[in-house]
């Protein structure tokens, strides 16, 4: 069974690869915005920084010390950010192909950095722990992961920030939002962490995240106060 779930993992990191770096060395002119080129090739490999640290350390038993295991949770940790990434630019309708890369939005690399940050932490949480399976590992993620996107949908229902980002460009907003996701993203994804007992208990467990709450609050009010400034100095 295993076998088969790391082939699929493999074809859905391929992917990930694939679409991730083709556009920026094929698709880009060599001398286009080549800070925002250099940011996002550095990702994947700060991730599999940030994974193999997990697994080597503090994950579960029987993976620290086995090769196998330690590539097998790569690679799914891979196939998991195409899908959280994926996740992502269909609620928030903030693309890191269309946004970052060929409309050239400034605005939308920070908070695009974010993203991929906060899923980041989210599943390197999940594998901190032990834990039977590879299974438990995708559930624990998946409570973040859901978390996290309905927090995002609620603070853009409230001030709208991915169309600030998207289409006004707003600099100051993609870059509150990359340390609202680095934030909420460490905090969901230590919700995430800890030894596996059973499906309820996970969600149960899940529950010492709920300081994002207060968080996404404060950053809902900062975001509302700063339209309201720039309301009041655009009428004045």
């Not at 404060?218 to 400034?229: A, G, N, P, R």
Request: proline share 3%.
């Amino acid at each position: 069974m295993e076998t088969i779930v790391f082939f699929i993992f493999c074809i859905a990191s391929f992917l990930f690869f694939k679409r991730w770096y083709k556009p920026l060395y094929s698709l880009w002119p060599a001398d286009r915005n080549t800070k925002t080129k250099i940011i996002l090739s550095f990702l994947p490999s700060v991730y599999l920084i940030l994974i193999f640290i997990v697994l080597k350390f503090f994950a579960s038993f029987d993976v620290v010390n086995s090769v196998i295991y330690i590539i097998f949770y790569i690679v799914l940790g891979y196939a998991w950010m195409f899908a959280g990434l994926s996740l992502t630019s269909f609620c928030f309708d903030l693309h890191w192909l269309d946004d970052a890369i060929f409309l050239n939005n400034k605005a939308a690399v920070p908070a695009i950095t974010g993203s991929f940050f906060a899923l980041g932490f989210i599943y390197a949480g999940a594998n901190v722990g032990d834990g039977p399976g590879w299974w438990c590992v995708l559930f624990a993620g998946s409570l973040g992961l859901a978390a996290w996107i309905i927090l995002g949908l609620v603070i853009h229902f409230c001030a709208g920030i991915f169309e600030r980002i998207t289409v006004e460009r707003d600099m100051g907003c993609g870059i509150r939002f990359f340390l609202y996701s680095l934030c909420s993203g460490a905090i969901l994804g230590y919700a995430c962490s800890g030894d596996w007992t059973s499906f309820y208990m996970t969600v149960v467990e899940f529950t010492v995240g709920w300081p994002v709450l207060p968080l996404t609050a404060v950053y809902i009010l900062i975001e509302l106060f700063i339209i309201q400034k720039a309301k009041h100095r655009v009428s004045g």
